[in-house]
């Protein structure tokens, strides 16, 4: 027999644990856990960017799959108004088809992309609700006959334009009212356990889940609904595709920009996966699975035509991947350092905290707090184990206070000479930097240097502003962006501050991490609450993978623009984390028993 050296061309690798250099497929024996281990490049369930709708529309309703989709109705804002278009989806594009024949809007749709069924919802003039039900032959729409109920901000369920469920809504009471179509007319059926609207579907008429309009989730079995596990993200104006055991809900509102959030159900629990690229709300969707899912147009905060895919199996690539979240509800307003796999989080609130926690790369652990709580507070370090915690607001308003963890204890030492909230740090615990910010009577430009003992004035940015982000890992070599709504970006050489290339995305309320030329930007708030995450070369900003949950106020740890670890926040306040990588593995271990 041929040995693995013979077959492979090398030997197999003795390591002490891990090895991270291993070639994918490549076999190493791992010395401390005596066993035989191979890696490779871990897949999941991404959203990628589809063919445009050729009308920007909200409050549309949608069916089919993901290469074979229909989208019709709506409303157009700012401007245009109810919409009758219906279009079609191969896959790549949309394509223009005849048009429905009474335009409204928070209707329900089901079925297939050739034999389609829409009811209910909003009609002109005013708003005027209706029970009115079109069937959809691939060619035209037909008016059949009305829901029993008239109702908007419904859901559906079904295989095509002749066997349909219709659950929940508005009448304008929330309703619990459910009702099955043959082809010809509706009869209604037992009602939801709990009367919702805004919520999404997915399914058949006799196999049907009904989600979101908050968390609750139902199962229908063809007669009775039945209440199973809750969404993990409440949500309204869910949507949803795929079957009752095997669905995606995707986006809804809060905020008013949207949601990115989506969810994957096995018939038992839904499970958080990669996020939109673009948050929306009052979108459609389609879709045979949760491994196969269109979502299209919706609201950011105006009517967007923009379409993602979702396709499992793609290789994990610069993207977030969602982890334990924090113990604490405090997650708003704080800060954090350290790295990816071993960081702090501090302060926060309202109300105002002292907690701090701390992450070992799987779980948050709470741990010694701040001598002073407070919020909207700036960082400085690259361990857990070592941070400054400076500036803030407390009840008093804007902080000097600095506070110094050495692993185990926080210890105050000598305050900032300029009090200030929403400024950004870099550097270490001995040697740090913070500048930016804001006291009255307005934003600061000043920056001071940490010496280990003193804060000391030394040159101010060239911009002042608060809400911005900083890193870099001393007190020599930084980077300051964002902040104020803006894309001004500046490099620190420990004397002065140079305008250098600028974000792509105006922002505030943003985190970053990393080095002064290798950096991360993301979260943040332009308008509408960011999912966006831009890469420093040194030189250029570029846009990569979105968090799965937009958010701003967050805090953030890493070292370099390949890793990082965001936590907490607000969009609505939220404890979650999410880890960024540019390349993930899988490793296995070889039985050999």
Request: hydrophobic share 30%.
């Amino acid at each position: 027999m041929a040995t693995y050296k013979e077959k492979v061309g090398t030997a197999v690798t003795n390591n002490a644990g891990a090895f991270p250099g291993a070639a994918d497929g490549e076999l190493w024996f791992n010395s401390t856990a005596s066993t035989f281990q191979y890696q490779y490049g871990a897949t999941g369930g991404v959203w990628s960017t589809g063919g445009n709708l050729n009308t920007a529309r909200q409050a549309l309703s949608g069916a089919g799959i993901q290469t074979a989709a229909l989208g019709f109705g709506g409303y157009q804002s700012p401007g245009g108004g109810y919409q009758n278009a219906t279009e079609s989806y191969n896959g790549t594009n949309w394509t223009a088809v005849n048009p429905i024949n009474t335009p409204r809007v928070y209707s329900a749709g089901d079925g297939t992309n050739t034999a389609a069924l829409m009811f209910g919802g909003y009609k002109p003039p005013g708003l005027t609700v209706t029970g009115e039900t079109e069937s959809w032959n691939g060619t035209n729409w037909t008016e059949t006959g009305d829901l029993n109920t008239a109702r908007w901000d419904l859901a559906g369920a079904g295989a095509n334009n002749t066997a349909s469920l219709a659950f929940g809504g508005e009448t304008p009471t929330t309703t619990a009212v459910t009702e099955t179509f043959n082809g010809t007319s509706w009869t209604e059926v037992n009602d939801l356990n709990t009367a919702k609207d805004q919520l999404g579907g997915a399914g058949t008429n006799t196999a049907a889940l009904a989600f979101g309009g908050g968390a609750e989730t139902e199962l229908w079995n063809g007669t009775n609904w039945t209440e199973v596990n809750d969404l993990n993200t409440p949500r309204n104006y869910a949507v949803g595709a795929g079957t009752n055991t095997s669905a995606l809900a995707f986006g809804g509102s809060p905020p008013n920009s949207g949601l990115s959030a989506t969810e994957s159900w096995n018939g038992t629990n839904w499970t958080t996966v990669s996020g939109l690229a673009t948050a929306r709300r009052e979108s459609a969707g389609a879709g045979a699975s949760n491994s196969s899912a269109l979502a299209f147009g919706g609201r950011n905060p105006n009517s967007i035509t923009a379409t993602e895919e979702f396709s499992t199996g793609v290789p994990i690539a610069n993207v977030w991947i969602t982890q334990n979240e924090l113990n604490s509800p405090t997650g708003e307003a704080g800060a954090g350092g350290g790295t990816s796999t071993a960081a702090l989080f501090f302060g926060g609130g309202p109300p105002f905290s002292n907690k701090t926690q701390k992450w070992n790369g799987t779980n948050w652990t709470e741990v010694n707090t701040l001598t002073n709580a407070r919020n909207k507070l700036a960082a400085a370090g690259k361990t857990n184990t070592a941070l400054l915690g400076f500036g803030g607001q407390n009840a008093g308003g804007a902080s000097g206070y600095t506070e110094n963890w050495n692993g185990t204890n926080w210890t105050e030492v000598n305050n900032l000479n300029t009090a200030r909230l929403s400024a950004a740090g870099a550097g270490t615990s001995t040697a740090g930097l913070g500048f930016g910010g804001f006291s009255p009577p307005g934003q600061k430009n000043e920056t001071e240097i940490w010496n280990g003992t003193n804060w000391t004035e030394t040159a101010n940015l060239n911009t002042a502003r608060k809400e911005l982000a900083g890193c870099g890992d001393t007190n020599t070599a930084a980077l300051a962006f964002g902040g104020s709504t803006s894309t001004t970006n500046e490099l620190w050489n420990g004397t002065s501050w140079t305008e250098v290339n600028n974000l792509n995305s105006p922002r505030a309320e943003l985190s970053g991490s990393g080095s002064s030329t290798a950096a991360l930007a993301y979260g943040g708030d332009s308008g509408p609450t960011k999912a966006l995450t831009e890469s420093w070369n040194g030189t250029n900003w570029t846009e990569t993978g979105d968090l799965n949950t937009g958010r701003k106020m967050g805090a953030g740890a890493g070292t370099a623009n390949t890793s990082a670890l965001f936590f907490g926040g607000e969009n609505p306040p939220t404890t979650a984390t999410e880890q960024f990588t540019t390349t993930a593995t899988v490793s296995k271990t070889i039985s050999t028993s």
